[in-house]
């Protein structure tokens, strides 16, 4: 939006990222270089891949707690801006200072509001901003659920620590199976009128990746909680939640398609939605039946 800033500001602003042993450390390295920020800091700790997310307790930059090693870079570097990804990099956190020198943790919506007043703003200065443009706020639709839920909470406080993992899981099984569909459908060797046979061979593939995350995960919550109840309940949650992932990553690209739609562009942003509504939806009805909540 604005080249001109990025080149009086690219040398000057210190800036302290980790990939929180995921994979963005190069794509993310790679775009803040080629856009012009030149002091970037890797927190060494958190560089490499490591399956077991062993200096975080879980490895989601929206939790402030997954900045320890960051913000003690950033006092040996006076940084000004920390950013961090979750593993698959399709998520961030960030934080800034604060007018005392302290750093104070972004929540999404202050992000989303930042950046709309900036690329507002400049899109003004630069004359091209629409005279009937508009702004289109949409609504969470998974607080609106978790609030249903508030009792489950009160309960049980240690649910809402699992709802990260499970939109997780059902996020990217819901992206692998679209992005093959819609690889399918690019190369002309799937059509809509295959729709019921695709679903059933990702029906198939579901109840095998189900099945093994459910017993894995089953055995590991056990074994760290001494609390099977909750074992059960995220297993058969996982189960459910990749289940219904795979059909809806193969099934909205094809209605795409057939509504002339380009699969691409219509299916990543639905199934982001419908998955993170579906497996919290799925998650907090197991534990309300099993724990009767």
Known sequence: MNPEMIARMGDKLNIVYTPLHGSGNLPVRRNLAKSGFKKVFIVKEQELPDSSFSTVDYPNPEDTKVFTLARKLAAEVNAD??????????????????????????????????????????????????????????????????????????????????????????????????????????????????????????????????????????????????????AVVIACSLMGTVIMAKLVGCILPLLAKKVNLDPAIMASPLITTLVDTFSILIYFNIATVLFRL
């Open 81 to 230: 801006v920390l950013i961090g990804t979750d593993p698959d990099c399709d998520r961030m956190g960030a934080m800034v200072k604060d007018s005392e020198g302290n750093f104070v943790a972004l929540t999404g919506n202050m992000v989303g509001a930042l950046a709309t007043d900036y690329i507002l703003s400049q899109r003004k200065e630069q004359g091209r901003l629409p005279a009937n443009g508009v702004v289109v706020k949409t609504i969470v639709s998974t607080e609106m659920i978790i609030t249903r839920y508030e009792n489950a909470f009160a309960a049980i406080p240690l649910l809402v620590s699992f709802i990260p993992m499970l939109m997780d899981t059902g996020g990217n099984c819901g992206s692998q199976s679209a992005t093959l569909i819609i690889r399918g459908i690019a190369l002309d060797e799937i059509r809509f009128t295959d729709l019921f046979k695709v679903m059933f061979k990702e029906f198939r593939i579901s109840l095998i990746v189900g099945a093994f995350l459910a017993v894995a995960n089953g055995v590991r919550i056990f074994i760290q909680y001494h609390n099977p109840g909750l």
